[in-house]
């Protein structure tokens, strides 16, 4: 069954460095998205991305994040300059729907931890 | 601005019992309404999604209802096993659904012991 891929699955960065974090969707999904989990709290979203340019954005994307499709598969999430508040669990997710709404398939998720 | 309200205890069942989740929102009318699932550590699994003109969806032993005049959402797991325990999301669409963006719930975490 195919399934969204996600890499590392723990990064370690120090404050201010420059993190990017991989993911794979499902290949022949359509929408592309980054959500992100503080310990304890809930999922969050962060932005959305079809054809090749963001579809919506919360608040919390601001201009330290950025996303990119680099090629056919990839989908990269951006971070500048990381605080520590940016630690927490990212998780990509990939939909098949395209102008209807239908489920999302989530990633296991890349752990980011700010020191 | 959007709200969604799901049980912040935990939910403890006995095997074999039916366990009921509830969703609320409120200042929204969402077109759809997904629940997940999801475990310690991992990502949201997608288990269901009702649209706003349904009342009712099922699948297997997962049972959903979407009452858009109360704003809420049950979600019933019938039979339920151990297998069964994990933090269950209630999602909602973003108001402005350009980008299909899910708002979840804090999620109910629920456990079923034998």
């Known amino acids: 069954e195919p399934e969204v891929t996600q890499t590392p699955s723990h990064q370690v960065t120090q404050m201010g460095q420059e993190v990017i974090l991989r993911c794979v969707p499902i290949?022949?999904?359509?929408?592309f998205y980054w959500y992100r989990q503080i310990l304890g709290q809930k999922v969050e979203f962060l932005v959305s991305f079809y054809n090749n340019e963001i579809s919506e954005k919360s608040e919390i994307f601001d201009d330290q994040f950025s996303v990119e499709r680099p090629d056919g598969s990839n989908f990269t999430l951006k971070i500048r300059s990381t605080k520590l508040e940016d630690s927490a669990m990212y998780f990509c997710?990939?939909?098949?729907?395209?102008?209807?709404?239908?489920?999302?398939?989530f990633g296991p998720g890349t752990r980011l931890t700010v020191t | 601005s959007q709200k969604i309200e799901q049980n912040s205890e935990a939910l403890n069942i006995q095997e074999g019992k039916t366990a009921t989740l509830t969703c609320n929102y409120t200042n929204y009318s969402p077109a759809y309404l997904q629940w997940y699932r999801q475990d310690p550590g991992r990502g949201p699994v997608f288990l269901l999604l009702i649209r706003e003109n349904e009342k009712e969806k099922r699948k297997e032993r997962l049972k959903v209802t979407f009452d858009t005049t109360l704003k809420q959402s049950l979600f019933h797991i019938t039979a339920s096993q151990p297998a069964d325990s994990a933090t269950y999301l209630c999602a909602l669409d973003s108001p402005s659904n350009s980008g299909y963006a899910l708002n979840f719930g804090k999620g109910t975490s629920l456990l079923v012991t034998p």
């Open positions: 290949s022949n999904h359509l929408y």
């Open positions: 997710a990939s939909s098949a729907s395209s102008g209807s709404p239908g489920e999302q398939y």
